[in-house]
């Protein structure tokens, strides 16, 4: 399946988030991977979470809730998770206006304290997301109310000894919808430690994308039905 690779400007209340559409007709559904944790140019090479996806079939649209001035020169930017949460439903909206998107089932993965705004957000529209993975992250800033709120299927991945883990230990046990957690093996690498998280998250959203009816097959000796033309 070959890809088309886009840059994105998103509108977003005053500001435009810099995005990357993976995209081809071929695809099964959409990941959307929202992180704020910094500002990767455009065109470097595909993250294994990204390559992970698309290998299995889902176009993916990475998109930074930072502006590059926020990243650049102010700190606190990350933490504030309504207006993180707003940017990602901006995006959705986004996104319902693509005919190339419509239709298309969505999983989000979320990184840093996107992982807590992807939960509000999934709060505020419940039927726009059919799962969400949490790479290590901050989950525990969507606020306990958010947790215990959401519905939609969601998994936290957290890599072995690592620095959020106690945060999210605390965090997991107030969601009260489909939820899951995963640990890492220990990894020899960084790049290998990305590759499991990479492998995690697919196979979670993999596993809540709705599944399409096909018809009846005719029955023996009986060719299939055509439709009628005008």
């Known amino acids: 399946m ?6 994105l400007s998103i509108p977003a209340h ?3 988030l810099d995005g990357m559409l993976a995209h081809s007709p071929e695809v099964r559904a959409l990941a959307l991977y929202v992180h704020s944790s910094g500002h990767p140019p455009l065109d470097q090479a595909p993250k294994p ?5 698309q290998a299995a079939g889902f176009a993916t649209m990475t998109v930074d809730l930072l502006t590059r001035h926020e990243a650049q020169h102010d ?4 933490f504030n998770v309504p207006r993180l949460t707003e940017r990602i439903l901006d995006t959705l909206d986004w996104a319902a206006h693509q005919p190339s998107l419509v239709g298309l ?5 979320a990184s840093g304290t996107g992982c807590a705004a ?3 957000a999934a709060v505020r529209m419940p039927e726009a997301f059919t799962s969400i993975a949490c790479l290590g992250g901050r989950p525990d800033l969507a606020g306990a109310e958010p947790l215990r709120a959401v519905r939609t299927p969601t998994r936290f991945v957290v890599a072995p000894d690592g620095p959020e883990a106690a945060i999210l230990a605390s965090a997991y046990p107030l969601l009260k919808g489909g939820h899951d957690w995963l640990k890492l093996p220990p990894a020899r690498s960084e790049h290998d430690q990305e590759a499991l998280a990479a492998q995690a998250a697919c196979a979670w959203l993999g596993r809540h994308i709705p599944r399409t009816e096909e018809p009846d097959p005719p029955p023996p000796g009986q060719a299939p039905a055509t439709p009628l033309r005008p």
């Open 2 to 7: 070959k890809l088309r690779h886009t840059p």
């Open 105 to 109: 089932a969505l999983g989000v993965v």
């Open 49 to 53: 979470l990204e390559l992970a996806l």
């Open 118 to 120: 992807a939960i509000r």
């Open 14 to 16: 005053g500001v435009w």
């Open 75 to 78: 700190a606190d930017a990350p």
